[in-house]
């Protein structure tokens, strides 16, 4: 009874959802086993019962009981969709049918790794700038909540008063009387906009906003031609076809903009259409990429192209994301030092104006 209870104690406390770090754990850990001569049923079973987390666990004792009882792992893996997408399922299809199953392994476990580093990239790049704002809304707060209401005292009998003056104060008692207004219209917006999310003509809309947007447009671009370019390389290097291989990769594309720009490519390749005029045509090769693809698809060598394509975006955008960061740094300290100052400087006044009204 009482491991009972501390088995659904850890149960509520622990997350239901398998994260991009423990799918790349599981990956990495099943190319080891499978390279060393474990077989997969028994290597699931090594990882569930030595190193997994709980939602990870779990989900390696219900695809362990589909193999065991006569589903093949790509069919297990697409009883998860959550976790797994086509092309990792579709991988490891096209793995088991080839009998390279460790290489396949190898292969996703670096695209996952990567598709983790990026994401910890783009977070690292705006915590800081979010610290930073997060900082002078407290600090805009506890002035207007603590400090000004204490000097209004001085200004109550005063006549004349100067405008900056009364709409400190005027600020300052609505924020006092009405801020829980401004913070449950606040949590209600937050909680409205994921709740747009979830539906396909918002996020549309969306997507086709946040590629007109200068900073915006060139984050989303170089991110999908990472996604893109390194899927299709994995792919052609497994022996998936190209028309095949750029349907799955299409889907691997979160932008529906460029995933729609992607589906005109691919329809046309397989209407006959070469491969680097079509692609020539989506967002996600500007001319320098295309001039790689034709030399690719003149010598044959496709998968090294996409590969040298993949690795180029990434070093641009790691660069590019350096650039920001170190340029966002000082911009945000004087944006809090304006709003702050500000402030501060309209109180100093406040109480000089004071002293003349005195006189």
Same mark, same amino acid.
């Given at each position: 009874m009482?491991?009972?209870?501390?088995h659904?104690?850890?149960?509520?406390f %622990?997350?239901s959802k398998?994260? $991009?770090?423990d799918?790349?754990? *599981?990956t +990495?850990?099943?190319?080891l086993? #499978? =390279?060393?001569?474990v077989?997969?049923?028994?290597g699931l079973d090594i990882?569930?019962k030595?190193?997994a987390?709980?939602a990870?666990a779990?989900m390696l004792?219900d695809?362990s009981?589909?193999?065991?009882?006569?589903?093949?792992?790509?069919?297990?893996?697409?009883?998860h969709p959550?976790t797994?997408?086509k092309?990792?399922?579709n991988?490891?299809?096209?793995?088991?049918?080839?009998?390279?199953?460790t290489?396949?392994? %190898?292969?996703l476990a670096?695209d $996952?790794?990567?598709?983790?580093? *990026?994401r +910890?990239k783009?977070?690292?790049s #705006? =915590?800081?700038?979010?610290?930073?704002?997060f900082?002078?809304?407290l600090s805009?707060?506890f002035i207007?909540?603590?400090i000004i209401?204490k000097?209004?005292?001085?200004?109550r009998e005063?006549?004349?008063?100067?405008?900056y003056?009364?709409m400190?104060?005027?600020?300052s008692?609505?924020?006092?009387?009405?801020?829980w207004?401004l913070?449950l219209?606040?949590?209600a917006?937050?909680?409205?906009?994921?709740?747009l999310?979830k539906?396909?003509?918002?996020t549309?809309?969306?997507?086709r906003i946040?590629l007109?947007?200068p900073?915006?447009?060139y984050l989303?671009?170089a991110?999908?031609r990472i996604?893109?370019?390194?899927?299709?390389?994995?792919m052609i290097?497994?022996?998936v076809?190209?028309?095949?291989?750029?349907?799955?990769?299409t889907?691997n594309v979160?932008?529906?903009v460029?995933r729609?720009?992607l589906?005109?490519?691919?329809q046309?390749?397989?209407?006959?259409?070469?491969?680097s005029?079509?692609?020539?045509?989506?967002?996600?090769?500007p001319?320098?990429f295309v001039s790689?693809?034709?030399v690719g698809?003149?010598?044959?060598?496709?998968e090294?192209?996409f590969s040298e394509i993949?690795?180029?975006?990434r070093?641009?955008?790691e660069?590019?994301?350096?650039k920001?960061t170190?340029?966002?740094?000082?911009?945000?300290?004087?944006?809090m030092?304006?709003?702050?100052?500000g402030?501060?400087?309209v109180m100093?006044?406040?109480m000089v104006?004071?002293n003349d009204i005195?006189l």
């Amino acid at each position: 009874m009482q491991i009972k209870e501390e088995h659904n104690k850890k149960a509520l406390f %622990s997350s239901s959802k398998v994260s $991009l770090a423990d799918l790349e754990f *599981l990956t +990495a850990e099943l190319s080891l086993l #499978l =390279s060393s001569g474990v077989k997969i049923d028994k290597g699931l079973d090594i990882i569930r019962k030595t190193k997994a987390k709980p939602a990870l666990a779990d989900m390696l004792q219900d695809i362990s009981k589909r193999l065991k009882g006569g589903e093949s792992l790509s069919t297990a893996c697409k009883a998860h969709p959550q976790t797994f997408d086509k092309l990792y399922c579709n991988l490891i299809e096209l793995g088991e049918a080839s009998g390279n199953l460790t290489e396949i392994f %190898s292969d996703l476990a670096k695209d $996952l790794k990567f598709k983790r580093e *990026l994401r +910890a990239k783009i977070i690292g790049s #705006l =915590s800081y700038p979010a610290v930073i704002f997060f900082v002078c809304i407290l600090s805009v707060l506890f002035i207007f909540n603590f400090i000004i209401p204490k000097m209004a005292e001085m200004f109550r009998e005063a006549e004349n008063l100067p405008w900056y003056t009364q709409m400190m104060l005027s600020v300052s008692d609505w924020m006092v009387n009405y801020q829980w207004f401004l913070v449950l219209g606040t949590v209600a917006s937050v909680f409205g906009f994921v709740s747009l999310l979830k539906h396909e003509r918002f996020t549309d809309s969306l997507d086709r906003i946040a590629l007109r947007l200068p900073f915006f447009s060139y984050l989303i671009v170089a991110v999908e031609r990472i996604r893109f370019n390194s899927g299709l390389a994995m792919m052609i290097r497994s022996g998936v076809v190209i028309d095949k291989a750029l349907k799955l990769a299409t889907g691997n594309v979160k932008n529906h903009v460029l995933r729609h720009q992607l589906d005109i490519a691919q329809q046309k390749v397989n209407r006959g259409s070469a491969l680097s005029p079509a692609l020539s045509q989506t967002e996600l090769y500007p001319d320098f990429f295309v001039s790689l693809l034709e030399v690719g698809e003149e010598s044959g060598h496709l998968e090294k192209v996409f590969s040298e394509i993949a690795s180029r975006s990434r070093q641009e955008f790691e660069s590019w994301t350096q650039k920001v960061t170190t340029l966002l740094e000082p911009l945000m300290i004087l944006f809090m030092g304006g709003i702050v100052g500000g402030v501060v400087v309209v109180m100093l006044l406040s109480m000089v104006s004071m002293n003349d009204i005195g006189l």
